[in-house]
């Protein structure tokens, strides 16, 4: 069982659509929780600071695939950047 099916669950085939892509993945949690551990090469960007991020988010001309500690959070920060015209999935919880 690979990283991101440990991590992610049924979403796996998305994800791995998004990873051939090169997808950013961009946490969402508090910098604390981040610190406490996180997915190599992730991005912290916590959630209330997504939207004043968007065009940083944009620059970067990937998808995104967002994650946090349960799933709650990142399918919120998913559903801002779609709303933004983002190609972005939530990946979920990670712990």
Known sequence: MGLFSLLFGNKNEE?????????IIIDVRTPGE?????IKG???????NIKSKIK????FKKPIITCCA??????????I?????????????WM
């Open 15 to 23: 994800i791995k659509m998004f990873q051939k892509e090169g997808a």
């Open 34 to 38: 981040y610190n406490q551990g996180a």
């Open 42 to 48: 992730s991005v912290n960007m916590p959630l209330q």
């Open 56 to 59: 940083n988010i944009q620059d």
């Open 70 to 79: 349960s799933g709650m959070r990142s399918a919120n920060a998913a559903s």
């Open 81 to 93: 950047l779609k709303a933004h015209g983002i190609e972005a999935i939530n990946g979920g919880g």
